[in-house]
């Protein structure tokens, strides 16, 4: 996870900017503990603790409240608080995928079940526990995500659902402003993506991912199930959330199609460049 949490980010705060935050930031700037009078505080100032010696059940619930790369962040920057982290890896870690995914999780957690699983599940057992987890939002006590399962998630987050999702919304909002332009409307600059929005495109990802694993085109022995499969998939969710789950497929054809569509030529026996290239 360390390796992981070395992973660079633009949008957000750096190592760094969190280390110059936390040696500037007293306990009574942030209300861990209570106000004292101004006077009192201004002759007691100099001695007043730092985030390097809070208590270690303060640090764990500061921690439990940083997304993934918050976390990331403040690990790196304290000494104290990459401590804490390694001596309660696990629910800091599951902590902050929570707060990274949301609800999302769930669909998170399915992929890495499914993908971990050797042999295989039968399809209909995992989709029937899937539908159950998704619908309920909580796992039971049996599928409570383990160290190894949070740390694989985080780096399937941070190495294709992030950047994905990331792409994607960006590719969306640059074609419907691309749309209105046309229709009149005057360009204006991409807004930032709600917390909600966020959500919906991680979710799409996750969810799609899941689908394809159920339906997996290389397994032959659930050739007669497919059909079956893709029904009782596309009709779990909410409509809008069957809408979220076809666009992105949309998305990825439109993207596929572009990549060969570029390098066609290249691969084009008529190609003078392609002759003697085997």
Sequence with gaps: MESLL????????TPEEAAQILKQTTLSEIN???QTAPGACDAKQASTPDF???LPELRRQILCLLDLHQLRAVIHASPSFHRQYRNDRKYILRK???QTLGSVIFDAYAVYSFETQNPKPDRLDFFEWYS???KARCLSHADDISEPAAIDMAIFFYRLARPISGYYAQQTLSCLASNLEKNGYPRKPEPALSSSETMRFRRAIYRFQVFSLLLDPSDPNIKQLRVQIAQ???NMPEPWETEEIFAFYQYLQSTYHKVFADISWDLNPSNPEFNGRG
């Design 6 to 13: 070395n992973t660079s980010e633009t949008n957000v705060g």
């Design 32 to 34: 861990i503990v209570s």
């Design 52 to 54: 390097e010696s809070l």
């Design 96 to 98: 902050s995928l929570e």
């Design 132 to 134: 159950q987890v998704t």
């Design 232 to 234: 009782d998939f596309i």
